[in-house]
């Protein structure tokens, strides 16, 4: 079996077997987890060699493909899943959980490698589909009170926007068809279609496709929810990884295919990126539950990762998806020292804390390092990704970049004053800061990890740029 087999095989057969463990699945699927991230780890031995790793099988009727890929992108990507299952399992340790709940996240692990491997539109949207079923357990099964409704909403939404995705990839490949007269659902081969009406309006039913998992104003209103009833895990998950998957599928399918429409629609597309930046910081700064605090600031994050790609420039289209990476690691941090206050205390709202610097002056710490580094501190890693998104948004149309500066100081306006409340500020008295103890080692590891990660991309970027640079050529 090949590498990139290797790479979603191994976690969807570790889930099975996690599934027959029994009381041992925990320790099997943190096992599985750590392969798959050892084998994530191989190619960046030899980066020259990455396109050579492109796996083919036979072909079927109407020209299917088995077809994986890996470039710079792919592979920062398909590192990021292995790390953040880990994360994800490691944060989770302490709580006495079923089976399922292990085994869950290394299928998740397995569709998320796939859809970032795939390079037949088949392939990549079953993948995309199978994404799905794990996270709607995840929800539905380990969430809180209301994860029912939660979870019910998150699956509407994502099959509503795979069905305007699947009509999309139809249509794409019916018009190249119309004009080669062959069958075909290799990326490669879809490059650089038609523009008219026709296109347009496939187009447009692959950004909502992609739009909603994003995602993008107004197609957002099923994360807030998602993400406050999802167990911290799964917010880290959905956060780190599954918002990734509409960004890349924007990049890798929707805008390669129609350049010069892209190029075209740029007031609008970069419009509906700002709109995502400046309502998610708003929507931000008007929560009370930290939870759910971090769950808009995401679509804040996610709209620079889009200014930089629908820029067209090499620096904002590097910017934005090294971007991808950064708001992963930062956010999952963010949402793992969550799930810890939540672990202890079981309650989340700004006012149930205060004065908790010097209870916890480790969780002080690294909350600390990783609010700063998701509102653009130089010498982080959100900085390098912002910076870039918006110097190229700054070339191609600067009001827009204008309005993306702003989102920057919005998110030091919402996230500052929260650090400030849950860390700094005077306990009330309903506060439960009592209850709050300190990181273990186990904790302590799992963030000194993060923040080191962190702190390397934004003091040496130049590597990290050049991987994805490699893969976006």
């Known amino acids: 079996m090949k590498l990139l087999t290797i790479l979603w095989a191994l976690p969807a057969a570790g889930g099975l077997l996690a599934l027959l463990s029994g009381r041992k699945s925990r320790e099997v699927s943190l096992f599985v987890a750590i392969l798959a991230l050892i084998a994530s780890a191989l190619p960046f031995k030899d980066l020259s060699a990455l396109s050579s790793l492109a796996e083919t099988g036979p072909s079927w009727p109407i020209g299917i493909s088995y077809s994986l890929g890996l470039d710079g992108l792919t592979l920062g990507l398909c590192a990021l899943t292995a790390f953040l299952t880990i994360v994800s399992l490691l944060g989770s340790w302490k709580q006495d959980l079923s089976t399922g709940f292990w085994a869950s996240f290394l299928f998740l692990e397995s569709a998320l490698m796939g859809v ?61 068809y ?26 447009a039913a692959l950004i909502v496709g992609f739009g909603v998992k994003v995602p993008i104003v107004p197609l957002h209103t099923w994360l807030p929810d998602a993400h ?83 820029s067209g420039t090499v620096e904002g289209i590097t910017g934005g998806s090294l971007q991808l990476i950064n708001h992963g690691l930062t956010t999952g941090a963010l949402f793992l ?71 920057v100081t919005l998110a030091a306006a919402y996230l500052l004053p929260a650090y400030q409340a849950v860390f700094w500020g005077a306990a009330g008295p309903s506060s439960v800061s009592s209850h709050v103890d300190d990181l273990d080692f186990r904790e302590r590891a799992l963030l000194w990890t993060l923040s080191g990660l962190m702190l390397a991309i934004g003091l040496f970027p130049g590597p990290w740029l050049r991987l994805v640079a490699g893969g976006l050529q």
């Open 337 to 407: 020292m969550v799930g810890f206050l939540y672990e202890r205390s079981h309650r989340r709202g700004l006012s149930d804390f205060g004065e908790l610097a010097g209870r916890a002056p480790w969780l002080t710490f690294f909350f600390g390092f990783s609010v700063f580094s998701s509102i653009g501190l130089p010498g982080l890693n959100g900085f390098v990704g912002e910076f870039m998104s918006l110097a190229g948004m700054t070339r191609a149309l600067p009001t827009l970049a204008l309005v993306g500066v702003a989102g």
């Open 178 to 203: 119309n004009v080669t007269g062959i069958w075909t659902w290799d990326m490669a081969q879809l490059h650089g279609g038609a523009s008219g009406p026709a296109a347009l309006a496939t187009f």
């Open 228 to 310: 406050t009833e999802a167990p911290a895990a799964g917010s880290i998950m959905l956060a780190g990884l599954m918002l990734k998957m509409g960004v890349y599928g924007i990049l890798r399918i929707a805008i390669p295919a129609f350049p010069e429409l892209s190029r075209s629609l740029l007031p609008w597309l970069g419009g509906i990126a700002a709109v995502n930046v400046i309502y998610g910081a708003l929507c931000a700064m008007a929560q009370s539950d930290l939870k759910r605090l971090v769950a808009y600031s995401s679509i804040a994050h996610l709209g620079f990762c889009l200014l930089g790609i629908f």
């Open 116 to 176: 970032f491997l795939a390079r037949d539109l088949f392939f990549f949207y079953i993948f995309w589909e199978a994404s799905l079923i794990p996270m709607f357990f995840i929800i539905g099964i380990w969430g809180s009170d209301g994860r029912k409704h939660a979870a019910v909403k998150f699956f509407l939404f994502t099959f509503f926007g795979s069905l305007f995705l699947l009509v999309g990839l139809l249509a794409l490949i019916t018009q190249r």
